[in-house]
């Protein structure tokens, strides 16, 4: 189990987290591969076994809310232990693809339905997944204020924010706890403003993508074979050139974890949750080993011969161009 120490405080709030999260995207299945019910409740019990209290969903983690129903399934018995986020803004058209709709009334609606789904009576991080253009952020943020005076939500959070005028005029409606971003290694944009932002406001930052989508844990070969619906496909990383400098430099990668007994995958992460205003890491997982494998990422603290060593690894290898993605 975690010890306490490790807890993290979510902006100026009094919730506390653990620096690793499950993200619960893939438990859906929706762009992953190879995934049961039951693989995924056994995952989300994994989870909270391993000492993880904070678990990330959204409205949209499913065509019919999976996400969030199997949070409730799985892990309702212990809720006073859990901070759980979940997301609003984004709607799942008839055709299955996904659209942004911030609106108050759709958030407001989405909301009650999130609380039904988790079967709980109030949400602890609420994020605005994506800002819509179609509607002012600050009217969004208004909503969502509404929601935090009411009692239905503990703390407003964004994501997928990119302009620092998004994050200023919905911190001027409604108070900023969190951001979610991705970040890795490889993929460290905000750390030009968003980040810095975030350190100056004093908002928690929780990064999605810590392993880039899995490629950063190391167990995809040189020459593995992509199932056809395997979504993972569609950004440039996994492909070409980018594929192959990514495996040169994952190889550098290897003996900083292995001299220290641990995997590809607790570097990255641990790594991650090491960089100053990073509050925590979510790690998405879809069976029970790969999340007590992240898990254990949270009582790694990288000397720092070791960081200089990561340092110079990914000074070699470059960032990667990200391409514009919600998740």
Known sequence: ????????????????????????????????????????????????DAGINFFDSAYIYGYEGESERMIAEALGHRRSELVIATKCGLEWGPDKKQRRDARPETIRRQCDESL?????????????????????????????????????????????????????????????????????????????????????????????????KGFLAGKLTRDHQWDPKDGRQKYPVFVGEEWTKTHDFLDKLRPIAANAGRTLAQLAVAWTVQQPGITAALCGAKRPEQIRETAAAMDWILSDAELAAVRKAIDERGEVLSRAAVT
């Open 1 to 48: 189990m975690t010890s306490t120490n490790n807890l993290r405080r979510i902006g100026q709030t009094d919730l506390f987290v653990t620096p690793v999260a499950m993200g619960c995207w893939p438990i859906t299945g929706i762009t992953s591969v190879n995934v049961t019910k039951a693989d995924s409740l056994a995952t989300l019990q994994a989870a909270a």
């Open 116 to 212: 039904q789904r988790l079967k709980t009576d109030v949400i602890d991080l609420y994020y605005l997944h994506a800002p819509d253009p179609d509607t002012p952020v600050a009217e969004s943020a208004g909503a969502i204020r509404e929601l935090l005076d009411a009692g239905k939500i503990r703390a407003a959070g964004v994501s997928n924010f990119t302009q620092i005028e998004h994050y200023e005029q919905f911190h001027a409606v409604c108070p900023i706890s969190a951001d979610q971003p991705h970040y890795n290694m490889l993929q460290r944009e905000i750390e030009q403003e968003r980040l810095p932002w975030c350190r100056a406001h004093g908002v928690s930052v929780m990064v999605y993508w810590p392993l880039m």
